[in-house]
């Protein structure tokens, strides 16, 4: 149809540009940023796909369910594009998984059958208690293809070696006065009495204190039993196995209990939103630091110098 001579040609002055930033550019561009939770999520992703790069991770959106709080990240790497849903922590391909509602859905689900089927330490992200749950692991899996009386002897040799990395741990995290007598590294028995006293102290806490030193006394002549025995078995095996579990667990709680229940401050804002980061780097083997999720406070070693 020929167009009248009066009617001007409509134009679209809108352009959209074909040159999208650059993943690795977009956090400039960023107003609300944690970047040291973004550290936290990068390095798992890392972990989990050791052949992919992180350019870029931006938090979603929070959502509570039945009292748990769950973080959705978009994090984007030189591959592709990852979900990223915390408590506990898990990705999820979005080439696969492309809604986020669907994908909050599966991932409530499947960790509500994980913590269901499984009493374990959590290990899925990095803390100072990572050759603790190695060792334990190893010895579980030899448990599984055991078949001799030697082979369960080993299940307790390695639960051996996981007991006493244990105790390496918490002494590492525990500030002992100098008049306390250090009993042998491999004396585990009186280090557990000694770490119990100083991360469980007080007439409050004596009924807690001492289950804690018998169920950990007991395991160790279980398992230093087992590695001897010549009637070794599977059932003797697995019982090892799952005291251990408990013992390992136990310690891990009481050492981090004093950064679980306090109701501390940010000493900038006074906000009660502190979050807990364990950065590698710090000191020996990593170490925690701690954060505020309303103000730029952290107590990093190599930020809250500056």
């Known amino acids: 149809m020929i167009k009248p001579p009066d009617e001007k040609e409509v134009t679209d002055d809108c352009i ?34 050791r052949d992919e790069e992180v350019q870029h991770v931006e938090r979603i959106k929070t959502e509570v369910v039945l009292g748990d709080t769950y973080e959705m990240w ?30 909050l859905s599966f991932h409530i689900g499947l ?33 599984e293809t055991a078949v001799e009386a030697e082979d369960y002897q ?23 006065p100098e008049e306390i007598e250090r009993p042998q590294d491999a004396n585990f028995i009186d280090w557990s009495n000694v770490l119990m006293n100083e991360l469980c102290p007080g007439s409050s806490n004596k009924s807690l204190r001492q289950h804690l030193k018998s169920v950990a006394k007991e395991s160790w002549q279980l398992v230093n039993w087992l590695t001897h025995s010549r009637n070794a078995n599977k059932t003797a095996s697995s019982i090892a196995i799952h005291s251990c579990q408990t013992v390992i667990g136990h310690f891990i709680q ?25 950065d590698i780097s710090i000191g020996d083997d990593g170490e925690y630091f701690s954060s505020c999720g309303v103000c730029d406070w952290t107590d990093h070693p190599d930020v809250a110098g500056e």
């Open 111 to 143: 960790m509500m059958r994980l913590r269901s089927r499984s009493d374990n330490v959590d290990a899925g992200e990095p803390s100072p208690f990572d050759e603790v749950i190695r060792r334990e692991e190893q010895a579980s899996h030899r448990h």
């Open 154 to 176: 080993a299940v307790g040799m390695l639960l051996r070696e996981a007991l006493i990395s244990l105790i390496g741990a918490l002494r590492r995290r525990t500030e002992i």
């Open 74 to 103: 978009d994090v984007t790497t030189d591959s592709g594009r990852w979900w990223v849903i915390t408590n506990l922590t898990n990705l999820y391909s979005q080439k696969h998984f492309p809604s986020l509602d669907y994908t």
């Open 254 to 278: 009481i050492l981090e209990r004093s950064r679980i229940d306090k109701n501390e401050e940010c000493p900038v804002c006074k906000s009660r939103n502190i979050r807990t980061h364990f």
């Open 16 to 49: 959209v540009h074909d040159h999208p930033v650059p993943p690795e550019e977009l956090a400039r561009y960023s107003v609300d940023r944690d970047p040291y939770s973004e550290a936290d999520i990068a390095s798992y992703v890392e972990s989990q796909s």
